[in-house]
Structure formats: C-alpha cells, structure tokens
C-alpha cells in the first residue's frame, strides 16, 4: 500500500527554520516525483515545490513565493524526502503536504506527471 | 505565468442535477491538466489527469474535457458525497498553479 507521511510541523517564529519529512512506503522512491503542495487555513492549493526522479536527475523546481528559501531533498535510502523552511514568513502558514508523482504516457501522447497520493498533510505555524 | 481562474467559486445543485465546473487558463496549456476534489476535513483526492483521463477508482459520473485554454468538470448525477471543493491545476511547465477552487453543496 502507497503511503507517505509528514512530520515536523510545529510553532516557528518569523524568521525562523523548520525541516519537514515525508516518509514514503509501498512503492519505489527514486522512481517518482515528489511535490509539496500547502494549504493555509481555510484557502485554496497552492504548488510549493517538486523534486523529480532519479530518472531525472531529481532536479528540483520552487515556486516564486518560496524560491530562495525552501529546499527539497531526498534521502532514498531512507524512503524520506525533505523540506527545509527558512526565513519563515507569518504567510508560511498551511498544512503542507507531500504528494508522489507518476510520469506517464509516451512520445505521441505526451507525458504526463500524475500527483496520485497525498499525505495527510503537517501544520506549519508562522507566528510570534 | 499561467493563471488558472475557476468559475463559478461555488454552486448549490441537487441531487441528480448535471454539474460542470469551469477552468480556464491564461495561455494555453495543452491538455497538461488535473482536477481534484477535497471533501470538508479531507485531504485532497485526484479525479482527473490529462484533461479527460479518469484516474483509477474515481466514479464514472465524473468527466472531464477541454483542451488549450477552457476546460470543464461535469459530474453527470450528483451524489451527496459529491459535496467537496474541486480545483483544476495546470501542470505543463512550473509553476504548477491551481485554480481557487469551487465549492459544491447540496440544495
């Protein structure tokens, strides 16, 4: 069974780190993606930041609102993927979830980056 | 970037009615997109990929189409567990932006 599991949410203060886990089991790490996706209280989606296959050189990508200060990596040996937070913002606050990726398709078709399971997601609180 | 904008942000409808949500893109993004939907308390759940294609488990009243710009969710006969926010996202290039999501109930 595909599961993935967040930690280390919690109470940061502005300006501070915090480092969120997502532990995956059921299925091969290194042969998916990984997304974050958070959710501020009561708000809509929104896309944080991909880490991609072994397969594709688990390149990364960020959106522009955590650029610079978000890090994704991933310890396959570990089953885990990570999120380092810093320079915390009060805005930073969401339930942060990590999502696996599936490429599929083919060359006629087009390929296609299926975000298939969701954790259950971890609290992140920005506040003084 | 590519704007995602959803209408309308939230409808009423009755059991058994045909409900179509609208996505919409501000440039064109192929068929590179996804719905989801999120019941009340709930992690958010894939239905639909590639425009039209139903994810495995997902309910056959659910379908999607559109292909470019404008996109659409139906849900063929609505069902009480169908109360949910459901959110396109487009996911060709990053950002992989959601839309603001459309909140269905019950009448």
């Known amino acids: 069974e595909v599961q993935l599991v967040e930690s280390g949410g919690g109470l940061v203060q502005p300006g501070g780190s915090l480092r969120l886990s997502c532990a995956a089991s059921?299925?091969?790490?290194?042969?998916?993606?990984i997304d974050w996706v958070r959710q501020a209280p009561g708000k809509g989606l929104e896309w944080v930041g991909r880490?991609?296959?072994?397969?594709?050189?688990?390149?990364?990508e960020y959106a522009a609102s955590v650029k610079g200060r978000f890090t994704t990596s991933r310890d396959d040996s570990k089953n885990s993927v990570y999120l380092q937070m810093n320079s915390l913002k009060t805005e930073d606050t969401a339930v942060y979830y990590c999502?696996?990726?599936?490429?599929?398709?083919?060359?006629?078709?087009?390929?296609?980056?299926?975000?298939?399971?969701w954790g259950q997601g971890t609290l992140v609180t920005v506040s003084s | 970037d590519i704007q995602m904008t959803q209408s309308p942000s939230s409808l009423s409808a009755s059991v058994g009615d045909r409900v179509t949500i609208t996505c919409r893109a501000s440039?064109?993004?192929?068929?590179?997109l996804a719905w989801y939907q999120q019941k009340p308390g709930k992690v958010p759940k894939l239905l639909i990929y590639?425009?039209?294609t139903l994810q495995s488990g997902v309910p056959s009243r659910f379908s999607g189409s559109g292909s470019g710009t404008d996109f659409t969710l139906t849900i063929r006969s609505l069902q009480p567990e169908d109360v949910a926010t459901y959110y396109c996202?487009?996911?060709?290039?990053?950002?992989?932006?959601f839309g603001q999501g459309t909140k269905l109930e019950i009448k």
């Open positions: 999502i696996r990726g599936t490429r599929t398709g083919n060359l006629w078709s087009g390929y296609h980056v299926v975000l298939d399971y």
């Open positions: 996202q487009k996911y060709n290039i990053p950002p992989y932006t």
């Open positions: 880490s991609r296959s072994k397969a594709n050189s688990y390149s990364t």
């Open positions: 440039q064109g993004i192929t068929n590179y």
């Open positions: 059921g299925f091969t790490l290194s042969d998916h993606y």
């Open positions: 590639a425009a039209s």
